[in-house]
T-cell receptor, first 117, second 112 residues
Framework: AQKVTQAQTEISVVEKEDVTLDCVYE???????LFWYKQPPSGELVFLIR??????QNEISGRYSWNFQKSTSSFNFTITASQVVDSAVYFC??????????????FGKGTHLIIQP | DAGITQSPRHKVTETGTPVTLRCHQT?????MYWYRQDPGHGLRLIHY???????DKGEVSDGYSVSRSKTEDFLLTLESATSSQTSVYFC???????????FGNGTRLTVT
């Protein structure tokens, strides 16, 4: 069965600190994709990144970086020099496939990140 | 932004009444999904569709039904609303398998 665990329910840091959001997943699929989404206080869900299970290179985009480690089934997200605008709920997600053309995403419960000024 | 419209955006209804939420897309995407978001539970899949008239259940499908008679519309129906169905409902679409989902702005449903 597919499962995504985000053990950190809420994290609070002071602006400019670095913060890492953890994501651990379970799957029996040999090929899969991992995702991160951001949900700011306004409520919309914003796609941040997708990683293929065969690509374990770290990804960096500005202050954001992602560390994918297949050996530990983890896909962690780090924000460097955090800013108040980073305050949001962040979701990690894992792809699934049921055959016959049916597929989708399973989401973790989310981590509420609070950046204090 | 992906062209997804959810309607209504807000709804208050009484226990026992039927409710239908609509998701409309202009992207001609194959896949459409209904999720609900509740505190402490994250996003949970209710039903999904992988083509016209091709639908299947997600992890929290009890009390819900769906229909997709054309590519652009995916309807979610609560046959007899209960207070436990008070939630924020999100529709999402994607064009290909394992593609990123693009979400609508959500429908806040309150069942009194």
């Amino acid at each position: 069965a597919q499962k995504v665990t985000q053990a950190q329910t809420e994290i609070s840091v002071v602006e400019k600190e670095d913060v890492t959001l953890d994501c651990v997943y379970e799957t029996r699929d040999t090929t899969y994709y991992l995702f991160w989404y951001k949900q700011p206080p306004s409520g919309e869900l914003v796609f941040l990144i997708r990683r293929n299970s065969f690509d374990e290179q770290n990804e960096i985009s500005g202050r954001y970086s992602w560390n994918f480690q297949k050996s530990t089934s983890s896909f962690n997200f780090t924000i460097t020099a955090s800013q108040v605008v980073d305050s949001a709920v962040y979701f990690c997600a894992l792809s699934w496939y049921r055959g016959g053309g049916a597929d989708g995403l399973t989401f973790g419960k989310g981590t509420h990140l609070i950046i204090q000024p | 932004d992906a062209g997804i419209t959810q309607s209504p955006r807000h709804k208050v209804t009484e226990t026992g009444t039927p409710v239908t939420l609509r998701c409309h897309q202009t992207e001609n995407h194959r896949y459409m999904y209904w999720y609900r978001q509740d505190p402490g539970h994250g996003l949970r899949l209710i039903h999904y569709s992988y083509g016209v008239k091709d639908t299947d259940k997600g992890e929290v499908s009890d009390g819900y039904s769906v229909s997709r008679s054309k590519t652009e519309d995916f309807l979610l129906t609560l046959e007899s609303a209960t207070s436990s169905q008070t939630s924020v409902y999100f529709c999402a679409i994607s064009g290909q398998g394992a593609s990123p989902l693009h979400f609508g702005n959500g429908t806040r449903l309150t069942v009194t």
